[in-house]
């Protein structure tokens, strides 16, 4: 987690000094995200719809995104999973050459991209009739870093395609969840232990969006 802010911050200067030679544009993407896996919620269906908004400046992108990740699955307090952050995206490679396969619609250019950011994911998994997660509240922080492909079926004077990404996430571990019963008591009459130490959940998530903008 603390290598995180000096990414961010290198990618940031990068973006500015885009800024000045390069043409901007506002772009956005809306589409699916999913986890794949998750740590901090084993068994849950975490699939629902999202958005991004953002700036693209030459091969740099600045966004928000937006994610509703309960759509599918119920099991959840009354506002259900929702995930909001901030995100800095580079195409590290780049084509605009026309490419027609049988199997998909003809693409003017493509791009391969990596990314890293910031989110809070809001909500409480429940777990069973007496334990949520996180324990701790309705609040997670998270960091993430990821790798994608673009697929742009038009360019000028706006572009519009497809984007797949791949983010692995991190959060916090939640050390309640190491409790050694999972309820306020247990069945012989103890007390629940949980463990002090600290540690990292991780989370796998797959995005498949539609673009427009720049």
């Not at 995200?33 to 719809?49: C, H, K, N, S, V």
């Not at 992108?61 to 309960?70: G, I, N």
């Not at 929702?82 to 396969?101: E, F, P």
Request: net charge negative; glycine share 12%.
């Amino acid at each position: 987690m603390k290598i995180l802010g000096p990414v961010l911050g290198s990618l940031g200067v990068v973006f500015l000094a885009a800024a000045g030679t390069a043409t901007a544009g506002p772009t956005a993407r809306f589409g699916l995200t999913m986890a794949a896996t998750d740590q901090a919620a084993p068994g849950e269906t975490e699939l629902g719809p999202t958005v991004a908004l953002g700036e693209r400046i030459g091969p740099l992108t600045l966004e928000v995104d937006y994610a509703y990740l309960s759509f599918m699955d119920s099991h959840t307090g009354d506002a259900g999973m929702q995930r909001l952050g901030a995100n800095v995206r580079a195409d590290v490679i780049r084509s605009t050459s026309d490419h027609c396969r049988r199997w998909m619609a003809c693409t003017r250019g493509s791009s391969v991209f990596v990314e890293a950011g910031v989110a809070e994911r809001y909500g409480q998994w429940r777990i069973d009739a007496r334990t949520v997660s996180p324990t701790g509240g309705d609040r997670a922080h998270e960091a993430h870093i990821g790798i994608g492909l673009e697929l742009d079926n038009h360019l000028v004077p706006y572009r519009y395609g497809w984007q797949f990404g791949v983010r692995l996430a991190f959060a916090p571990h939640d050390n309640a969840m190491d409790a050694t019963c999972r309820s306020t008591t247990c069945a012989d009459g103890s007390t629940p232990t949980t463990t002090t130490s600290g540690g990292i959940d991780k989370a796998v998530l797959l995005e498949w969006t539609f673009l427009v903008g720049r």
